[in-house]
C-alpha cells in the first residue's frame, strides 16, 4: 500500500496471551466515538459472552481456507493447536484509506505482517502485557475451560510474543486487580495518536 493512498491511521493492539486486549478495546470503543474497529476472523469455537460480527466473525476451517483461497485476507495465521485467525482486507483497507482511525486487535505474527504493509506514518502499535506467565495462566483459566495441552501452546507463544514488545510503539500493563490503571492508560494512548493524525 502506497502512502499516498492512506489518508487515515490503522492502531495494531497486540498482546501476550490473556493479556487482556479484547477488554481494553471494549472498553475504548464505549468511551471514544472516533474510531472504527477491525473485526478478525476465526476458526475457534465462540465462547460464552462473545457476539458474532462483534468480538469475531467465526468460521468454519473450511469456510477460513475458502477465503484463504480467495486471497480475502490481509493476513492470516495458524495456531493454538490448529486454529485460525486472519484479517480480511475489507475491514482495514478501504477504511484507511478513506481517513478513518481504525483499530484491529491482532496477533503477533499478524501483526509482522501488517506492519510491512502499512507505511509507518499511517501504522500505531499498542502492546498489552500483564505480568509473569503465572499471572496470565490464571487470568486464562478464568475466562473459558481450557485443557492443558492448550494452556501449554498458550505458555510457548506467551514467551515468544513477549519480545514483540520491543517493535511497539506504546506499552500498556494490565496487572491483574489494576484494570482500571490499565484504562486509563490505554485511553491517553489512543488520544494520542488521534491528535497526532489530526495535526497531518
Known amino acids: 500500500m502506497e502512502k499516498n493512498d492512506i489518508k487515515g491511521h490503522l492502531i495494531l493492539v497486540v498482546a501476550v496471551p490473556g493479556g487482556g486486549k479484547s477488554t481494553l478495546i471494549s472498553h475504548i470503543r464505549e468511551v471514544n466515538q472516533n474510531l472504527s474497529f477491525a473485526v478478525s476472523c476465526t476458526s475457534r469455537p465462540i465462547r460464552p459472552g462473545e457476539v458474532e ?23 492470516w495465521i495458524q495456531q493454538d493447536g490448529g486454529r485460525y485467525y486472519g484479517t480480511l482486507k475489507s475491514e482495514i483497507v478501504d477504511r484507511v484509506k478513506a481517513g478513518e482511525v481504525v483499530v484491529r486487535e491482532v ?6 505482517m501488517i506492519r510491512n504493509l502499512i507505511p509507518k506514518d499511517n501504522l ?6 500483564a505480568g509473569s506467565w503465572e499471572e496470565m495462566a490464571e487470568r486464562i483459566r478464568d475466562r473459558a475451560p481450557i485443557s492443558e495441552e492448550e494452556l501449554s501452546f498458550r505458555r510457548e507463544r506467551y514467551e ?3 519480545l514483540f514488545a520491543d517493535n511497539a510503539d506504546y506499552i500498556v500493563v494490565n496487572r491483574n486487580g489494576e484494570l482500571a ?17 489530526k495535526k497531518r
Open 53 to 75: 460480527g462483534e468480538n469475531y466473525f467465526f468460521l468454519s476451517d473450511e469456510e477460513f481456507k475458502d477465503r484463504i483461497e480467495k486471497e480475502d485476507f490481509l493476513e
Open 107 to 112: 496477533e503477533v505474527r499478524g501483526a509482522d
Open 124 to 129: 500505531s502499535i499498542i502492546f498489552v502485557t
Open 160 to 162: 515468544k510474543e513477549l
Open 181 to 197: 490503571k490499565a484504562k486509563k492508560g490505554f485511553e491517553e494512548i489512543i488520544d494520542h495518536i488521534i491528535g497526532k493524525v
